[in-house]
């Protein structure tokens, strides 16, 4: 077959020369399915103004050898030839399904402020504020239940931290301060109180309240206040739990393992624990009081504490 004289040959067919049928010959997307003239293999493809001359053969007929390539006939009133194919990229993943779930932000934890009394006259509601509550004790005074139950029984989300809890993450090389109190003992007990403390601060920025309990002494500054003040924040507010001597040591006695101290121990702590009377902190003596009691008088005792914080 020989094309017409002056004409150029049409671009092959191939993939990554960016050549399209549509994109070269209208005439190849014919309405109803017919191709054009240029379709056939071996027509002349429509050249310029000089495919305008001669007569239009029959529809899908091949030109005369010679003559000028054959235009298509017009389209139907409202037809556009299609324009290229966009690319549609390959690395596109479908979107995940609702139920999926993906990172979380979590706010992260600061210094706890000291909290706002509401503007109300009535004593805020200490069960459903958001507060930061260190239970202050000496060993057997009940802290560790008060604060579990506390906890278990509040109206919005509480979290409980024991430092005991903390200090025995350590198994292996634990320094038991019933075996003295050495520098081993003191730093792995500053290490469980700070990581107490940025619990404490990061439950409080994610809205959940938390209760610390430790056996905090009034005069000795390496397990005193001042540490939980740094870690925590202005905002906690300590309480202290002090029974009389006689339930200290039956609730001792109760105890197994390494949270059993001698006779001897517990009534030291108790006798240094009383130096706590005329600090200004609010103290609890849960003598006659069970766990569920002590609990409610927490809640009268906070409630006073967040219309007017203690200063310590």
């Not at 094309?3 to 014919?30: F, K």
């Not at 054959?70 to 993943?93: C, E, L």
């Not at 109760?254 to 103290?283: C, F, K, Q």
Request: with cysteine; charged share 15%.
């Amino acid at each position: 077959m020989q094309h017409a004289v002056g004409s150029p040959l049409p671009p092959p067919h191939q993939s990554g020369h960016g050549w399209t049928p549509a994109a070269h010959d209208p005439g190849a997307h014919h309405p109803g399915g017919h191709p054009g003239p240029a379709a056939h293999q071996g027509q002349v493809p429509h050249q310029g103004p000089a495919a305008h001359q001669g007569p239009a053969p029959h529809q899908g007929s091949a030109p005369h050898q010679g003559s000028a390539p054959v235009p298509p006939p017009p389209p139907a009133p409202g037809f556009a030839p299609p324009g290229p194919i966009p690319h549609t990229p390959h690395h596109v993943q479908p979107p995940q399904a609702p139920e999926t779930t993906g990172h979380v932000p979590l706010p992260p934890g600061g210094p706890v402020g000291m909290p706002s009394a509401p503007p109300a006259a009535s004593a805020p509601d200490a069960s459903t504020t958001t507060v930061a509550v260190l239970l202050i004790g000496p060993a057997g005074a009940g802290k560790t239940s008060v604060a579990k139950y506390w906890a278990d029984h509040r109206r919005v989300p509480t979290a409980h931290i024991s430092l005991d809890d903390v200090r025995e993450w350590v198994r292996s090389g634990f320094a038991d301060p019933q075996s003295g109190w050495n520098d081993n003992s003191e730093a792995q007990y500053r290490l469980a109180r700070r990581t107490c403390g940025f619990a404490a601060r990061n439950f409080l920025a994610n809205g959940i309240s938390c209760i610390l309990d430790d056996a905090v002494f009034p005069d000795r500054p390496v397990v005193g206040l001042g540490g939980w003040k740094r870690h925590v924040g202005p905002g906690l507010l300590p309480v202290v739990l002090l029974p009389g001597l006689e339930i200290v040591l039956e609730r001792n006695a109760e105890r197994a393992g390494n949270r059993r101290l001698t006779d001897e121990e517990v009534a030291r702590i108790h006798g240094r624990m009383a130096g706590w009377y005329g600090s200004g902190l609010p103290i609890i003596d849960n003598s006659q009081l069970d766990v569920p009691q002590t609990a409610r008088v927490l809640d009268d005792v906070l409630a006073r504490s967040i219309a007017s914080p203690p200063q310590w």
